[in-house]
């Protein structure tokens, strides 16, 4: 099994389009292109002090196969195409790699990237639990748009811990959890949730047994969660703010990151502390905001990252669990 990092940031990107502050500034200045291999992760002094980064995505693929499955169709998403070779088997006059698409919440920067498919020679492969398949058709009708283009086939993902299969993988089973999170903003359950509104995602290859875990929003480590993470190898999860009002402090919005569905890394109870008891464990963050002081390479926040062994994602980063 191979995952590779379509895209690492959190909504709006980074630098993000209207965004001034410290982190998008010095992006816009310095950074102009993303990291695209390992050397370009690390904080060595001859690679700049921040990468830029698309919004978040990823592919989940077996070694040599020309199919991969999409997790979240980020707005960025024809960039992020342009930049992964193997999505372009080209075995067709039209042809993509992407064989299906697995949508872990109906938030924007998760889905928007889904009408860029449009032009896709057989209905798309859509898979997502009901309430964000609902959301997909009534808040935000983007499946009834996609009806008049290339079509979508929905697969409804149970949240019964059962592993499943997505076709042509035939060596990767997934299980959907549910989270506690944030539906979007536009969601009738923003402020009402049902279990789905947001999943995790633990990951199989059933030949090495090898596990990661996936969640990119993550508000809360129950129970579950914690249960999940524990039988992984691999944890790739919620990177998004480093202090609970981080937005607010900046002068960037007025929500604190818990508000949003966020459990930010910093504080007692945050997600540095609770990553403690998984110090075994290849620990990745994802799905980071552009006001996070982590994506900074010269920052305290991202030597504390790096003291307690914690990995920072970044676009075209492979993972192979
Ligand atoms: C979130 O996960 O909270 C989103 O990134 C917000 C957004 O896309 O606007
Ligand atoms: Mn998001
Ligand atoms: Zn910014």
């Given at each position: 099994?191979?995952?590779?990092?379509?895209?690492?940031?959190?909504?709006?990107?980074?630098?993000?389009?209207?965004?001034?502050?410290?982190?998008?500034t010095?992006?816009?200045?310095?950074?102009g292109?993303?990291?695209?291999?390992?050397?370009?992760?690390?904080?060595?002094?001859?690679?700049p002090?921040?990468?830029?980064?698309?919004?978040?995505?990823?592919?989940?693929?077996?070694?040599?196969?020309?199919?991969?499955?999409?997790?979240?169709?980020?707005?960025?998403?024809?960039?992020?195409?342009?930049?992964t070779?193997?999505?372009?088997?080209?075995?067709?006059?039209r042809?993509?790699?992407?064989?299906?698409?697995?949508?872990?919440?109906?938030?924007?920067?998760?889905?928007?990237?889904?009408?860029?498919?449009r032009?896709?020679?057989?209905?798309?492969?859509?898979?997502?639990?009901?309430?964000?398949?609902?959301?997909l058709?009534?808040?935000?009708?983007?499946?009834?748009?996609?009806?008049?283009?290339?079509?979508?086939?929905?697969?409804?993902?149970?949240?019964?811990g059962?592993?499943?299969?997505?076709?042509?993988?035939?060596?990767?089973?997934?299980?959907?959890?549910?989270?506690?999170?944030?539906?979007?903003?536009?969601?009738?359950?923003?402020?009402?949730?049902?279990?789905?509104?947001?999943?995790?995602?633990?990951?199989?290859?059933?030949?090495?047994?090898?596990?990661?875990?996936?969640?990119?929003?993550?508000?809360?480590?129950?129970?579950?969660v914690?249960?999940?993470?524990?039988?992984?190898?691999?944890?790739?999860?919620?990177?998004?703010?480093?202090?609970?009002?981080?937005?607010?402090?900046?002068?960037?919005?007025?929500?604190?990151?818990?508000?949003?569905?966020?459990?930010?890394?910093?504080?007692?109870?945050?997600?540095?502390?609770?990553?403690?008891?998984?110090?075994?464990?290849?620990?990745?963050?994802?799905?980071?905001?552009?006001?996070?002081?982590?994506?900074?390479?010269?920052?305290?926040?991202?030597?504390?990252?790096?003291?307690?062994?914690?990995?920072?994602?970044?676009?075209?980063?492979?993972?192979?669990?």
């Amino acid at each position: 099994m191979k995952i590779k990092v379509l895209g690492s940031a959190a909504g709006g990107g980074f630098p993000q389009w209207n965004c001034n502050c410290g982190n998008c500034t010095l992006a816009r200045r310095t950074a102009g292109q993303p990291a695209v291999s390992a050397h370009a992760a690390s904080p060595d002094a001859a690679n700049p002090t921040v990468h830029a980064r698309t919004q978040s995505s990823l592919i989940v693929g077996e070694e040599g196969s020309a199919d991969w499955v999409l997790i979240n169709a980020s707005p960025d998403i024809l960039t992020q195409i342009r930049a992964t070779p193997e999505l372009q088997p080209a075995r067709g006059r039209r042809d993509s790699g992407i064989a299906a698409v697995l949508l872990m919440d109906a938030q924007i920067d998760h889905v928007t990237g889904l009408l860029m498919l449009r032009e896709s020679s057989r209905p798309l492969n859509i898979h997502a639990t009901a309430p964000v398949l609902a959301d997909l058709r009534t808040g935000l009708p983007l499946l009834t748009v996609l009806s008049h283009y290339c079509g979508t086939v929905e697969h409804t993902l149970a949240l019964d811990g059962q592993p499943f299969a997505i076709a042509p993988l035939k060596h990767v089973r997934f299980q959907a959890l549910a989270l506690s999170s944030k539906a979007p903003p536009y969601s009738p359950h923003r402020h009402d949730p049902h279990p789905g509104d947001n999943i995790g995602l633990l990951i199989t290859d059933t030949r090495s047994g090898r596990r990661v875990f996936y969640a990119p929003g993550l508000g809360e480590i129950d129970p579950a969660v914690a249960q999940a993470m524990r039988s992984a190898d691999v944890l790739m999860l919620d990177g998004t703010f480093w202090d609970e009002d981080e937005m607010i402090r900046l002068e960037l919005s007025s929500k604190p990151a818990r508000s949003m569905g966020h459990l930010p890394q910093s504080g007692a109870g945050g997600m540095l502390e609770r990553l403690g008891d998984y110090a075994d464990k290849r620990r990745i963050l994802i799905h980071i905001n552009n006001s996070n002081p982590v994506l900074r390479h010269d920052s305290p926040e991202h030597a504390q990252l790096r003291a307690h062994g914690i990995e920072l994602a970044y676009d075209g980063m492979e993972i192979v669990p």
